[in-house]
């Protein structure tokens, strides 16, 4: 049976070009709107952030997140035999 190809077929690739982007946002919430974020390459930076920001605040809650880049490569099929 052969499928029907409504949808092109893609592959996803991690960009080789691009490093994936850490972020955390303090979201404590005993202070409205404290907001205090960080941007940065790596996870060491940002787990350090939280720990100064922490100490220096008491804030213990934190959004983090890992932005990755990806692109679309087609997908090549196989004939079937
Ligand atoms: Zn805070």
Redesign the pocket.
Known sequence: MKRASRYAAWTFERDPEARPEYSAE???VE?KG???MIRSGGPEWIEEWMRR??QT?G?T??RRAVDDYVTLEPFVTRPEV
Request: glycine share 8%; net charge negative.
């Open positions: 303090c979201v404590a202070v404290c907001g205090e920001h922490t605040t804030h809650s934190y």
